[in-house]
């Protein structure tokens, strides 16, 4: 999956289109954690600039709104 901005590991990357969540059962996506939980999400976030909607497909976005759903380490 790929963040909503670009990561010191994948700077040259500007696809942020790609790897994106799909938000399909019932207007949800499932997640899980690397802390072994699990949930549903319903919030789906559909920048990948700040301000500037993503070229993602519909029904699809990303865990959060900047990269702190994200472990880029």
Partial sequence: MRS???GKLDEDFSGR?????GYRHLG????AWCDGSVASMEECFTEAQAGEKANIAEGT??????NSAYDLE
């Fill in 4 to 6: 909503p901005f670009g």
């Fill in 17 to 21: 289109y790609a790897g994106t969540q």
């Fill in 28 to 31: 949800k996506t499932n997640v």
């Fill in 61 to 66: 976005g990303f865990l959060s709104a900047d």
